[in-house]
């Protein structure tokens, strides 16, 4: 099975600042990679997919990129409601893991 | 607009089952595989398999492998995942998620979940 890891676990930022997260896979999963993002009490929310390809809808701020065992999600200015967990997962081969989660907070 | 409307929230002792649905609509029921996710209180997101609504075929994640059970019903548009043997480590909010394309392994569309509960 292929694992995913995620780092940070947790950080915290202010409105406006640049975050970046980092998702890594144990082994090569070309693009096939995506982002979630799960605020409490709330389903997840696809935000990435395809490493690179944002779901309609979703505001540009976020951005992915990555191939191979290395990804990133970016968010380019964050926003009072960009607080929350992300959590990346691979859909190259069954089981689709997902990552352990990056939580933003204040 | 596609929906996924899910069964309520249960509570069963351990060592009993539970069997829970997912009603779909606004699609082609046959056309997009479902996705069972789980999330226990306060942990991350764990991927539990995946069902093919045409033909029925199934994969599970290897440690639910012996446990979990994943059906349909083509005539209501309704997918089940029945859990077995349950545990309390098995307590947790239960999704069930389609593809954004037939296929995929993304989730794109969820159903709003349901809590299961394992306790004596």
């Known amino acids: 099975d292929i694992q995913m890891t995620q780092s940070p676990s947790s950080l915290s930022a202010s409105v406006g600042d640049r975050v970046t997260i980092t998702c890594r896979a144990s082994?090569?999963?070309?693009?096939?990679l995506n982002w979630y993002q799960q605020k409490p009490g709330k389903a997840p929310n696809l935000l990435i997919y395809?490493?690179?390809s944002l779901q309609s809808g979703v505001s540009s701020r976020f951005s992915g990129s990555g191939s191979g065992t290395d990804f990133t999600l970016t968010i380019s200015s964050l926003q009072p409601e960009d607080f929350a967990t992300y959590y990346c997962?691979?859909?190259?081969?069954?089981?689709?893991?997902f990552g352990p989660g990056t939580k933003v907070d204040i | 607009q596609v929906q996924l409307v899910q069964s309520g929230a249960e509570v069963k002792k351990p060592g009993a089952s539970v069997k829970l649905s997912c009603k779909a609509s606004?699609?082609?029921?046959?056309?997009?595989?479902m996705h069972w996710v789980r999330q226990a209180p306060g942990q991350g997101l764990e991927w539990m398999g995946i069902?093919?609504?045409?033909?029925?075929?199934?994969t599970y994640a290897q440690k639910l492998q012996d446990r979990v059970t994943m059906t349909r019903d083509t005539s209501t548009n309704t997918v089940y995942m029945e859990l077995s043997s349950l545990r309390s480590e098995d307590t947790a909010v239960y999704y069930c998620?389609?593809?954004?394309?037939?296929?995929?392994?993304?989730?794109?569309?969820w159903g709003q979940g349901t809590l299961v509960t394992v306790s004596s």
């Open positions: 069902i093919n609504p045409s033909g029925g075929s199934t």
């Open positions: 998620a389609r593809a954004k394309n037939g296929g995929g392994g993304d989730c794109y569309y």
């Open positions: 082994q090569s999963i070309t693009t096939y």
């Open positions: 997962q691979h859909s190259y081969s069954t089981p689709f893991t």
């Open positions: 606004g699609y082609t029921f046959t056309n997009y595989y």
């Open positions: 395809a490493a690179s």
